[in-house]
């Protein structure tokens, strides 16, 4: 028995008695165990999935089902579920149970998804590779010798390798999209504020949102629309309405469409990448869209920009991890000043304590204004800009990487280099705009090849529906 890589296709198999939910989980759980190799999963719920899909299989009996009947989803190891273990890979967390469900979970779980465990990813989300983990890094399950990409690798890489027909990452700098490209599959990072964080381990607060990785634009469109919306719990979501994303209209009407001309001139810009996206481009003005390149002023300062706020961020957020509250305490301590510096230095990864130090030094006394405030001021120009192309043009296109997924190791050496794969991603976060990266092509290596579409303010449906013709174009 084959997955299933589209919920209405298990939809069908289930309302014609093919399938169960019931039979769908265990097809799953036997395929998580057939792919340890690939290092994907850090804990599976076997018990409580099995347990859940039964429950779920009467409900359908009953006709009293949820919108997700069914749907095997797998949640990133930043995501909390109550009485469960949530590491955000790394050490200084270990054994950590969370008290509380989060908010985009609970959603998930109230329309009867069945959350099938927690999936790898880079410790505290912060990595391109998934390379940065206590627990090893993630295989792509295209080509076991590269990267699935980071820091969500885990939850692309299970979509991708058919291990649950859906996931939730966490997207601060890319993170749900740049996985999405390397593993061939849909992942989207919503506009800022569209989904609550509650139960979300934070990493940068002002950029970090839940988004859903998927293999088809439908599903993604439907589990947004599911996780979305107000939460007493999080005071800086949005209380605007929620479209029905998942009533996609795959319209031809002609579009205005922007790229940023910087980007596809960008040297480290793969070739073949640059030749598929200008393909597209031409593409998409054969079918009647106007497509124009424009002139980004602050497109030199999108990386410095979103590392100095995302650092500055981090280092905040990250000092209540301090071996005295919870998680992991060194065993070498002597006073209170050996218990935080030992556990920290013990229990942290070295990128992640590179970014606490880096985030320290542009907040510390006589540096705050030269780089945190000035990137502050930057972040408000990038906005401004954005809003600015959005009042002429419907969406905006780019690459989602400037190559493919390399291989296992290959970034480690010179850690600058690796916090290039954000530069085409991280503007979205800047900015708040919600974006999606889908495969578009192949790459002569074998690998896929991605294409962001970015749209204005809570205009996800926008891009859906865009996103979907292409599909269709293709």
Do not use: W
Request: charge should be positive; hydrophobic fraction near 35%.
């Amino acid at each position: 028995m084959k997955p299933y890589y589209s919920y209405l296709e298990l939809q069908k198999a289930l309302k014609s008695k093919k399938t169960t939910c019931f039979k769908t989980t265990k097809l799953y759980l036997s395929r998580i165990s057939d792919h340890t190799h690939l290092n994907i999963f850090v804990e599976v719920f076997e018990k409580e999935a099995l347990a859940k899909s039964k429950l779920v299989d009467e409900k359908i009996q009953k006709g009293t089902a949820g919108r997700l009947a069914g749907m095997v989803i797998g949640i990133k190891d930043n995501i909390c579920l109550k009485n469960h273990t949530v590491t955000a890979a790394s050490k200084i967390l270990n054994g950590f149970e969370s008290l509380f469900t989060a908010t985009a979970v609970q959603r998930l779980i109230d329309q009867d998804a069945i959350i099938i465990g927690r999936l790898n990813c880079d410790e505290f989300a912060m990595g391109s590779a998934n390379e940065n983990s206590v627990y090893g890094s993630v295989k792509n399950p295209i080509d076991k010798t590269r990267v699935a990409g980071g820091s969500s690798g885990g939850s692309a890489a299970a979509v991708a390798a058919g291990l649950c027909l859906a996931s939730l990452g966490s997207d601060t700098g890319g993170s749900v999209r740049q996985p999405a490209a390397f593993c061939g599959v849909v992942g989207v990072k919503p506009t800022y504020s569209r989904v609550s964080r509650h139960g979300l381990i934070a990493y940068g607060s002002s950029f970090d949102q839940i988004g859903p990785l998927t293999n088809n634009v439908y599903d993604a469109a439907l589990i947004l629309e599911v996780i979305s919306g107000n939460d007493d719990y999080d005071s800086t979501t949005s209380s605007r309405k929620v479209d029905h994303y998942s009533k996609i209209i795959s319209t031809s009407s002609p579009k205005r469409i922007a790229y940023f001309r910087q980007a596809l001139e960008l040297p480290i810009l793969d070739k073949e990448i640059k030749n598929t996206i200008e393909n597209k481009i031409i593409d998409l003005k054969n079918n009647g869209h106007t497509v124009d390149a424009v002139d980004f002023p602050y497109f030199d300062s999108l990386m410095p920009t979103y590392y100095i706020l995302s650092t500055a961020e981090a280092s905040s957020n990250l000092a209540r991890y301090d071996g005295v509250h919870f998680g992991y305490r060194s065993k070498e301590i002597t006073d209170l000043e050996s218990t935080y510096k030992n556990s920290r230095t013990e229990g942290f990864g070295e990128e992640v304590k590179r970014r606490i130090m880096l985030g320290t030094f542009v907040l510390s006394s006589g540096y705050n204004e030269e780089f945190y405030n000035k990137a502050l001021k930057i972040r408000r120009l990038i906005q401004d800009d954005t809003k600015k192309i959005f009042q002429s043009y419907d969406l905006l296109i780019s690459p989602v990487t400037p190559h493919t997924a390399f291989p296992i190791g290959g970034k480690n050496i010179d850690p600058t280099k690796a916090y290039l794969e954000d530069v085409f991603t991280v503007h979205a976060n800047l900015s708040g705009n919600p974006a999606i990266s889908m495969p578009i092509s192949n790459h002569t290596n074998g690998m896929p090849i991605s294409l962001q579409i970015t749209s204005g303010m809570f205009k996800e449906k926008e891009v859906f529906s865009f996103a979907n013709s292409i599909y269709k174009l293709q």
